[in-house]
């Protein structure tokens, strides 16, 4: 597909081409114990949003840096260091600026469970305040209220347990 959809032929289609490169090689990383196939997951969403711009393609961009921010944290979790988290954390809140509860509330609620999730390992290695708005309690009780808008009420109360958890513990 990379061979007919060049980038300089039609460079919508090569991002989306390999938007769906880096998705099927963070499936494959996910599976796999070394972290080769997630770096090229990052490098294949990287790549995309050369030409899947805000400006362009709003919701392609979005979609692009919400798949950029898993790749990331996944590959963080794998890592004793937090800067491929904070990238996720990056990543995420850029999807957010398009990905808005009113736009598309599934899309919302998914990319705040990502950066929910990402918090959380985060916070394992980095303590943060109970007032910071990256405080694990914080940040999934916004994905609750997102899931439950978004009428996904399994991943609301998924989300609404660990805001509940983090809340109580020291």
Known sequence: ALQEHT??????DWA????NLGNALLSLGERESGTARLEQAVAAYRA???????ERVPLG??????????ALRTLGKRESGTARLEQAVAAYR??????????????????LGGLSLCAETLH???PRSRDD????????????DAFEYADM???AKFCRDKAAFYAEAP
């Open 153 to 155: 009420l399994d991943q």
């Open 16 to 19: 989306a081409t390999q938007n």
């Open 124 to 126: 394992s290695r980095v």
């Open 7 to 12: 980038r300089e032929r039609v460079p919508l």
């Open 133 to 144: 708005t990256l405080h694990p309690a914080n940040i999934f009780a916004r994905a609750a």
């Open 61 to 70: 961009w979005a979609m692009t840096q919400n798949n950029l921010g898993n």
């Open 94 to 111: 850029a999807a957010l600026q398009e990905r808005t509860r009113e736009r598309v509330p599934r899309d919302h609620a998914f990319t």
């Open 48 to 54: 995309a949003l050369k030409d899947y711009t805000r």
